[in-house]
């Protein structure tokens, strides 16, 4: 219980300190007061952003966490899940620009003098009102919607995983070196991307040799990855001026698409077979609805609504683990679990998917002044992957409270996610652990 004190101490203190951080625009490359115009007519422009994702938690481990070496069966944390300064730009007719430095998961084992990245940097060109082409290192990405998320008007607290299934295995935060090509022809919004993927050998994902009838990536076929996502706008148009899509609108938009997307790659996997290399092509497959419908517009209420279903082809046996800001350092080989250290839990691998999450908006509190908006969620991803014997299931209980939309936000949530044993003849569910996270978001831009 000390663990759980401690934390909800500080909680208390920051609900206390931060609702004073009010104003700030939250335009997506909308005018703003960081906006630097080129030119009289004001087509030219330069335009900062930045923001930061601020969390406060408490953990129960997976079974056997250590933390430098001494079991912990609650961890209790402050990290910066992310930090972003980006700078978009329109130098010239029909040219657009973005770079961005970044950090995520700087927590209390991260190694000190933790270095700033280098996470975007692209240019495209706009051939006509149909098309437009860019390259460099970008999160335009296909498959689904929040496989290219906006990280800051997201509605849950953090990012729908199983849509990111090759995230630091042949990508950087999702980002790719890529080319691609993106408009819109009607109400069909596209985009086509052809990456150079990362190598494997550079991330946690990389097995020197390859197992036996369990698929893994490798880097001995180096070929590159496709992938492409196109939405259907049944109401409102959205921007597809940046690569990133918003979770949430707020009641300032009405929208309802239809999406349909995929992402594959030629043998980007390998396994033994009877104790000979076997090699395995990554074929993904995405369909995904949503909504986000304004009910009361003068009130500012409003339902948000998304649905996904994907079917994932990696090899054999592909099972991907993440623990997000992962807490804990280390594990007791005999008293683990197969998820591994501290939250880690199976979120993506060869089978299907669905994920769901809805929520509503809330009318703004207080008589005499303002005193923001409620936004209750549910969020629910259940797995059929074909190495275990239970399906995956696990659900986030949610409440954002925004006290100028995006621009300043907090966040509460609690995450329950499946334990798994690996019992040598099958893998099977055991028990159940919860994450309590309190988030406090600031942007400017």
Known sequence: MKGYTHTFLVLSF?????????GFSQNEFGNSNLRLYLDDNKEHWLQFSSFVQLWSRVTENNPGTTVNDVPEAVTSDISIRRFRLGLAAKPADKVFVFFQLGVNNLNYLSPRGTSIDLLDAYVQYE???????GGGKSFWNGLS????????????YDLNFVASPTLDSTDDLIRRLSIYAKGKIGAIDYRFIVAKPLSVQNSSAFNAEPIEGIAS???KRPHPQFSGYAKYEFWEPES????????????????LNLGIGFTHQTDALWSLKQGKESYHNMSLFAMDAFMDLPINTDK??????????FNFNFGPNYIRLLGANNPANGVIAEES???GR????PISGTGTSTFAQIGFLFESMGKQKNQGQLQPYVAAQYSNFDRFENAMFYYDLGINWYLNGHASKFTLNAENRPIFQDTDTVIRLDERKWMFVLQYQFRID
């Open 300 to 309: 500012k209420t409003a339902l948000t609504t998304y649905l996904s279903y």
């Open 337 to 339: 679990s197969f998820n």
């Open 342 to 345: 501290g939250n880690a839990f």
């Open 14 to 22: 920051i609900l206390v300190i931060f609702p004073a951080m009010k």
């Open 145 to 156: 919607r929040f496989t290219s998320p906006s990280t800051s008007k997201l509605m849950g």
């Open 127 to 133: 051939l006509s009102p149909y098309i437009a082409l």
């Open 240 to 255: 597809n001026l940046s690569a990133a899509n918003v979770g949430t609108y707020l009641a300032t938009k009405k929208v």
């Open 217 to 219: 990536f490798n880097d």
